[in-house]
């Protein structure tokens, strides 16, 4: 049973009136002619032609502000498109039906509210209101209100301003900060141009599983579940790669994926155990193609949803024009450290190399690991503009193709926009018998306990058996690629429901 405050409880007798006067304050029907705004457009195109007929209409939305005056009321109602004025008269409606509007109704409730549009002497498209209808009472008032004068009167508003309220109640963020919607508007408008773009150069949108016997694809600790009726135990993926390198074999040339991997590690500013990714595989392609793909794709879809190619992400503005710079790892930390990681094949050696350099590290850490703290405590901050970062180990690389003459180091980039990594490629490993050594060759490296160890995925080898096309393939988070394009410094505030630690007491 909920623990009502006086507010509500005061809200819940208002209810309770309506039911007794016969009124249903969630009636099963509703009326509407426009959206708020097709009916402000459509008066501003005749308005000015004295001949056109008036403009009936009947409006549907939350109050977001009431103003009474005496025997006259002004209030805003917000739909999904945006939010006008109404104007309740006692001339028009009677004063009972003015004075019901004002004692029943709250902010926060829903209306339907007829009548004809007009402009009032300070400007503003208005709805006269002929008659109204509740159409749903909230019980507990929106967050926080805040004042604000309009005509000389105040105005009350809702708000929403702690973080932490605002992400556990995301429902009353999204309905008091229209500047959050427009944050996932954007976000929407981000997977339709990654799928327009890729869908104009023939590639094939689908669907892997979630579910997976065996993961694998990434570095990470999966999350486990269990089957009961097949007595199994499964994952929760963490990558689509191995599940679309399959249908690459099966004959389709170009496909790709936005969906959910879901990783068992960390919470910070740009991770969340669920996240939005995108991956595609091309055949017949190596990773300069991918990194050509890459640069056009992000310039057009930076230019979709935000009209240009330029944005301005944490007070740096960042350009998408192409071509992006490019760095080789292996140069860039020796630019960075003075260190060369070649001449250092193990983590011992690494780590002694790394002990007169200002920075935390676990020493007992594999080499792989020492090289990823080394570019991202020195490289990856730096990186504000497009880069690529290109040329990897071949021993944190297991999915990678190596470069003709050179074993040790694998054809892989990352790229990195606003100092954050924002995704991985390879030219991806087609050779099955190389492909399996690798994954033997990971699992003595790593501990099976170790997050990046992956089991041997005897199914996906079988598949690469029947004969894998040369391709390069591709991923990307999604949610760090909204984070730039609303200018937002963390991943919470671009997932409508993020991840959070649940509250003491």
């Known amino acids: 049973m909920a623990n009502y405050s006086n507010l509500e409880k005061i809200r819940l007798g208002k209810i309770e009136a309506l039911q007794e006067e016969g009124i249903a304050p969630y009636p099963r029907r509703v009326e509407r002619t426009h959206t708020n705004l097709e009916v402000s457009q459509a008066f501003q195109e005749i308005e000015d032609n004295e001949e056109a007929a008036p403009i009936f209409a009947t409006l549907v939305g939350r109050v977001r502000s009431m103003r009474p005056m005496g025997k006259v009321t002004f209030a805003h109602i917000e739909d999904g498109t945006s939010r006008i004025q109404i104007f309740f008269r006692a001339n028009d409606i009677g004063e009972d039906q003015v004075k019901f509007f004002n004692d029943k109704f709250d902010l926060g409730d829903f209306i339907q509210a007829s009548g004809k549009i007009f402009r009032t002497?300070?400007?503003e498209i208005t709805l006269r209101v002929s008659s109204y209808l509740m159409l749903s009472k909230a019980v507990t008032p929106l967050p926080a209100a805040k004042d604000e004068v309009v005509d000389g009167e105040v105005v009350q508003h809702a708000t929403l301003s702690d973080p932490e309220t605002r992400y556990r109640q995301r429902y009353a963020d999204l309905a008091v900060n229209p500047d959050v919607r427009e944050i996932f508007r954007a976000r929407a408008k981000t997977i339709r141009a990654l799928q327009n773009f890729l869908d104009e150069r023939g590639f094939l949108e689908v669907e892997t599983p979630i579910l997976q016997?065996?993961?694998g694809g990434a570095a990470a600790r999966p999350f486990i579940t269990h089957h009961n009726q097949l007595k199994q135990d499964l994952y929760l993926r963490i990558s689509f790669e191995l599940y679309l390198k399959r249908l690459l074999v099966g004959g389709f040339e170009r496909v790709y994926e936005i969906g959910r991997d879901f990783r068992n590690e960390g919470v910070s500013f740009k991770h969340n155990p669920e996240f939005t990714q995108i991956e595609f595989y091309m055949a017949y392609a190596d990773y300069e193609d991918v990194m050509t793909l890459t640069e056009?794709?992000?310039?057009?879809v930076v230019e979709q949803v935000t009209g240009g190619r330029t944005l301005t992400y944490q007070g740096q503005e960042i350009n998408f024009e192409t071509p992006w710079k490019r760095v080789e790892l292996r140069q860039g930390l020796i630019d960075a450290t003075g260190i060369d990681i070649t001449q250092h094949a193990t983590g011992e050696s690494l780590t002694a190399a790394m002990d007169s350099l200002d920075m935390e590290f676990n020493p007992a850490a594999s080499r792989g690991k020492l090289i990823d703290d080394l570019l991202g405590h020195y490289l990856e901050p730096n990186f504000i503009q497009p880069t690529f970062l290109y040329d990897y180990p071949r021993d944190i690389s297991p999915l990678a193709k190596?470069?003709?003459g050179d074993p040790q180091t694998v054809e892989r980039f990352e790229f990195f926009i606003g100092g954050m990594e924002m995704g991985n490629a390879f030219t991806e490993i087609n050779d099955p018998l190389d492909q399996e050594e690798r994954f033997l060759?990971?699992?003595?490296?790593?501990?099976?306990?170790d997050e990046e160890h992956n089991p041997l995925d005897e199914d996906y080898l079988r598949a690469m058996r029947y004969g894998m096309p040369p391709n390069g393939g591709f991923g990307m988070g999604l949610d760090r690629l909204v984070m730039l394009l609303t200018?937002?410094?963390?991943?919470r505030e671009v997932l409508l429901f993020p991840h959070l630690r649940e509250r003491e007491g």
């Open 121 to 123: 002497r300070s400007g």
């Open 296 to 300: 056009a794709m992000l310039a057009y």
């Open 213 to 215: 016997p065996i993961y």
């Open 441 to 449: 060759e990971m699992g003595r490296t790593f501990d099976v306990e």
């Open 487 to 491: 200018d937002t410094s963390t991943i």
């Open 402 to 404: 190596t470069k003709p």
